[in-house]
C-alpha cells in the first residue's frame, strides 16, 4: 500500500473528483459549488438527481461519457468535466455533449420543442492557447448571442470553461465563496489543514471526505491507481502532445495509446482523451478491442 506524501486528495484525478462531487453522500458539495457558479442566474439549486453518465449516439454508434450528469429540482441539465490536459478539440467535444441532453428532452410524448436549460461545465487543468494572452480571466461563460447588439439570443444552452490554472488568489485574497470553491479545488493536495479562510461546514465536510487517511484499503488502492494515471497522462500529453506529430515524438504518442489499452481504457475513451480517430487508435493497439 502506497504512503502518501499529501494529506488531502488530488480533485484532479479521477477518484478525486467522483470522491468529491459524484457520490451520493457527498452531493451537498456538487450542489453548493453549482449555486456558487450560477448563483446569477440560477437562483438557488435546491435538489440535484444523479442521471446516468453513458450515452450511445445511435447516428455514430459512438458513446460519449461524461463525468458527471446530474438534473435538478426544475428538470435543468448539468454536465460536469474534468478535463486534466489540452485537447485540440476540446470546445467541439463539450458542444458535442451538449446536444444529449437536448435530445433526450425529445423523448416526451406530445413535446411541443420546449426545452429545459442545459450547462456544461469544464474545469481545466489547462489553460486555453487563445487565453494565454489573458491572464488574468480564468472564466469563460458562453450562451448564444447576437453579433450585432452582444445581447443573448437564447439563455438556455451554456458552456462554461474555468481555467483553473490561472486561478492564483492566496487565502487573504479570497473575496467570494466562489473563490474559496475554486481555491479549494485548485491547492486541496498541497494543504496540510484548512485554512482559517475556509473554516464553514461546506468546506469542513470537504477536507474530511477529501482526507486520504480516513480511506478503506480498497479506496486507497483505487485513489492510488487514479493518481498514477493522473500524473502519467500529465506527463505524457502536457509534452509529448502538444507537439507530438514533430519527428521523434510519434513513438511516445503510440505507446501512450498503448499504455492507456493495458490500463484498460476502451476504444472510446482513447479516443476522447487522445484526439486521435477511432482507425488510428485501432491502428496502434493493433486492432484489439
Not at 435543468?76 to 476540446?90: D, G, P
Not at 511516445?252 to 479516443?271: M, Q, Y
Request: aromatic fraction near 14%.
Amino acid at each position: 500500500m502506497a504512503e502518501f506524501v499529501e494529506k488531502y486528495i488530488n480533485p484532479f484525478t479521477d477518484f478525486g473528483f467522483k470522491k468529491l462531487f459524484g457520490e451520493e453522500p457527498n452531493k451537498d458539495l456538487l450542489r453548493d459549488f453549482l449555486n456558487e457558479l450560477l448563483k446569477e442566474e440560477q437562483g438557488t439549486i435546491t435538489e440535484l438527481t444523479y442521471l446516468k453518465n453513458e450515452h450511445l449516439d445511435q447516428d455514430l454508434n459512438r458513446k460519449a461519457i461524461f463525468d458527471l450528469y446530474c438534473t435538478n429540482e426544475r428538470g435543468e441539465k448539468f454536465i460536469v468535466e474534468l478535463q486534466k490536459t489540452k485537447q485540440n478539440f476540446f470546445k467541439d467535444r463539450t458542444v458535442y455533449y451538449s446536444t444529449f441532453p437536448i435530445r433526450e428532452q425529445a423523448k416526451r410524448a406530445d413535446w411541443n420543442y420546449q426545452l429545459n436549460a442545459v450547462y456544461t461545465i469544464a474545469i481545466l487543468d489547462f489553460v486555453f492557447d487563445e487565453g494565454k494572452n489573458e491572464p488574468h480571466k480564468y472564466r469563460y461563460d458562453i450562451k448564444l448571442m447576437d453579433q450585432e447588439t452582444c445581447d443573448v439570443f437564447y439563455d438556455k444552452l451554456t458552456f462554461i470553461y474555468l481555467e483553473m490554472p490561472k486561478f492564483l488568489k492566496t487565502t487573504e485574497e479570497l473575496e467570494t465563496r466562489f473563490d474559496k470553491w475554486l481555491y479549494t479545488l485548485r491547492n486541496l493536495n498541497k494543504l496540510d489543514r484548512i485554512p482559517e479562510e475556509l473554516k464553514e461546514k461546506i468546506f469542513e465536510r470537504l477536507f474530511e471526505t477529501a482526507e486520504i487517511a480516513k480511506f478503506s484499503t480498497e479506496q486507497l488502492n483505487n485513489y492510488e491507481d487514479s493518481l498514477k494515471y493522473y500524473r502519467d497522462l500529465k506527463n505524457s500529453l502536457d509534452t509529448a502532445f502538444e507537439d507530438g506529430m514533430e519527428k521523434g515524438k510519434e513513438e511516445e504518442k503510440n505507446a501512450f495509446v498503448r499504455r492507456l489499452k493495458e490500463k484498460g481504457k476502451s476504444i472510446d475513451e482513447i479516443v476522447d482523451l487522445t484526439d486521435l480517430s477511432e482507425e488510428r487508435v485501432k491502428e496502434i493497439i493493433g486492432n484489439e478491442g
